[in-house]
């Protein structure tokens, strides 16, 4: 149910991101620190200096025609993004090398932690929810934090613009119309947005904030299902629901919900707190 947050703090290994008002360029800026990406800074800084292109070079020099579409030349790729910070240049490069469908295989699949952050930030530019919000929604219990971290700001992205421009652009209008507090007014857009999509997961979710915000918390919880429907793996629906159930007094459903929550992020310290919270406050009934 929740928006996605502007900068926040994040664990050592994790790339912090900052999402785009629009969500048709997910990120405005990143906030790099080499050690955040696990690589040492002065050998990044030798490889990928001034001579970016000539590192380029070199390296496909050494691959050979199976590894050009494979998880090395998406990790040369991704370490000249940390180096250059050119989000355009990045797009450019793996999308004339990698389809969807292979960089949907190297998250899943690739051992490599930085080839996996690569999809990741890939997927998030240009990932299509039909295809890759199942990866993505995988990539939440990823043992590396960094792709927890970057898969959990790729999927909002997906979110935000799994439908038609203008119902994507819609979308945006009822987002900024809860920022702006303007409850009614952003009921209003989602209902007729609900209407004209009615398989649209985000629009579900966005009026369920609306309506948490407004205190109307049985409808909340409903859209929070509709969403979860739509999008099993969508954390801020689930973890909203819980929030309406316990509004609602209904701790059990909530506790029930969280654990449901932890199985789509399972690293998630706060939520493991809040079910060790819940079921202390239930009591035996609540343990398992």
């Known amino acids: 149910m929740r928006n996605p947050p502007g900068d926040r703090p994040r664990d050592r290994g994790v790339i912090p991101i900052r ?11 990143f906030a790099f620190a080499a050690a955040a990406a696990g690589i040492d800074p002065g050998r990044e800084a030798g490889a990928f200096g001034p001579n970016t292109e000539a590192s380029f070079r070199s390296s496909f020099g050494v691959l050979s025609m199976g590894e050009a579409h494979g998880s090395p030349l998406l990790v040369v790729y991704f370490n000249a993004f940390l180096a250059d910070r050119d989000l355009d240049a990045f797009r450019g490069r793996v999308t004339a090398r990698y389809s969807e469908g292979t960089l949907d295989r190297i998250l899943a699949d690739s051992p490599d932690a930085l080839a996996r952050r690569g999809a990741v930030l890939a997927l998030g530019l240009e990932g299509r929810f039909g295809t890759s919000n199942k990866t993505l929604g995988r990539a939440l219990r990823d043992p590396d934090p960094g792709v927890r971290s970057m898969a959990e700001d790729a999927l909002w992205s997906l979110w935000f613009r799994a439908d038609t421009p203008e119902n994507n652009a819609t979308l945006e209008a009822v987002r900024d119309l809860i920022g702006l507090g303007r409850l009614d ?23 369920a904030l609306a309506y948490y915000m407004q205190g109307r918390l049985a409808e909340s919880a409903r859209d929070c299902r509709e969403t979860l429907k739509r999008n099993p793996v969508h954390f801020g629906a689930i973890s909203g629901l819980a929030k309406c159930q316990l509004g609602l007094n209904r701790p059990r459903e909530a506790l029930e919900t969280l654990r449901q929550a932890l199985r789509i992020t399972p690293y998630s310290e706060p939520l493991r707190e809040a079910v060790k919270a819940l079921e202390a406050e239930i009591g035996p009934e609540g343990a398992r």
């Open 19 to 29: 999402l785009a008002r629009k969500a048709s360029v997910w990120i405005r800026a």
């Open 185 to 207: 007014q952003a009921v209003s857009q989602a209902n007729q947005l609900v209407a004209a999509a009615p398989s649209f997961a985000e629009a579900y979710n966005q009026r």
